[in-house]
């Protein structure tokens, strides 16, 4: 008879991660949790769906590490140190194989982040995971969309546009060019296999970023949500877009640049700052593409000249 639904949770779940402000973790009917005191608890919470948001037959591994990585990447756009998580698993069967790896994958970025799993469910169903991570900020100093304002540098992270890329390679959606490169293939696919989050970033922009958003819908889409929700414009230019060396060398230039602005799946940060704390970026890994505007018009150029370009991000009700 195969394990049943608590003693899978005993096995893989139970000791992931070890903190002092847990008075109780898994194993009861919830978790008992002591925030410390002059910090606000942020939370965040998304759901992984095979075929939506990552391909059937995805590694068991990566599935455990994006759970948890796009999770990791909303507290770090708020600005917050992420403490504990909470996981919802839904399982088509109890394979015990395809468990060890997803929860060697989540385990390894919990622990790499200090944070808790104290809790969860687990449940039959086609395969579904919901992770929340709760965290911390400083009372007052989270950063939120709304706060740009005209002039701002508009910043971003990383290199937007890997990720989309490696799922196109994943999905078989993009022609490679002859003796393409095995390493730069590689690192596209672990971009979207293995999202890095931009933790240690994130908890850097407070009171310097005016506003921030993580990249999971696309650059452009994303960038709109946050000027929409300080009502104001941004201008992105897009030979400003920091292309990675293997992007380009797989995709091409044109095609980098689409990557790049309509692709998700990235989980970097794009951020605004004044220029006035521009200096506070020093040793950031961070990009200046543009200005926040004026009006509410999102502009998109190379150069001087204004191009044609679709702002909207992912939607799953859209599609």
Same mark, same amino acid.
């Given at each position: ?97 395809? +468990?060890? /790896?997803?929860?060697?994958?989540? *385990?390894?970025? !919990?622990? #790499?982040?200090?944070?808790? &799993?104290? %809790? =969860? @469910? ?120 920091? +292309?990675? /060396?293997?992007?380009?060398?797989? *995709?091409?230039? !044109?095609? #980098?640049?689409?990557?790049? &602005?309509? %692709? =998700? @799946? ?54």
């Amino acid at each position: 008879m195969p394990p049943g639904e608590f003693a899978l949770i005993d096995r893989y779940f139970r000791d992931i991660g070890a903190r002092r402000d847990v008075r109780v973790g898994v194993g009861d009917d919830g978790a008992v949790l002591a925030p410390p005191a002059g910090q606000e608890l942020v939370a965040v919470v998304d759901t992984l769906v095979e075929g939506v948001h990552f391909p059937a037959g995805s590694p068991a591994n990566s599935i455990g590490h994006r759970a948890l990585a796009v999770n990791l990447s909303d507290i770090a756009a708020m600005g917050a140190a992420p403490a504990w998580a909470l996981l919802a698993l839904t399982l088509p069967r109890a394979d015990e194989r395809w +468990l060890e /790896a997803f929860a060697a994958g989540f *385990a390894a970025l !919990a622990r #790499a982040h200090d944070l808790q &799993l104290v %809790g =969860g @469910d687990m449940t039959a169903g086609p395969l579904t995971v919901t992770v929340q991570v709760l965290g911390f900020a400083p009372r007052g100093e989270a950063l939120l969309r709304g706060g740009a304002r005209p002039g701002d540098l508009v910043c971003v992270t990383g290199t937007p546009g890997d990720a989309a890329c490696g799922l196109a390679l994943l999905q078989g959606r993009l022609r490679t060019p002859a003796m393409a490169d095995e390493a730069a293939l590689e690192v596209l696919r672990r971009r979207f296999l293995y999202p890095t989050p931009r933790s240690t970033a994130g908890p850097r922009l407070r009171g310097v970023a005016s506003a921030c958003i993580d990249i999971s819908d696309g650059l452009a889409g994303d960038l709109t949500k946050l000027a929409r929700a300080s009502d104001c414009g941004v201008r992105v230019d897009v030979t400003q877009l920091p +292309l990675s /060396a293997p992007l380009i060398a797989i *995709a091409g230039r !044109a095609a #980098a640049e689409h990557f790049a &602005l309509t %692709g =998700g @799946d990235d989980y970097e940060l794009c951020f605004t700052v004044p220029a006035a704390r521009a200096a506070a970026l020093a040793g950031l890994a961070c990009t200046a593409i543009g200005r926040v505007t004026e009006g509410r018009d999102i502009t998109v150029c190379r150069g001087d000249s204004v191009i044609e370009f679709s702002h909207s991000g992912f939607d799953h009700f859209a599609r």
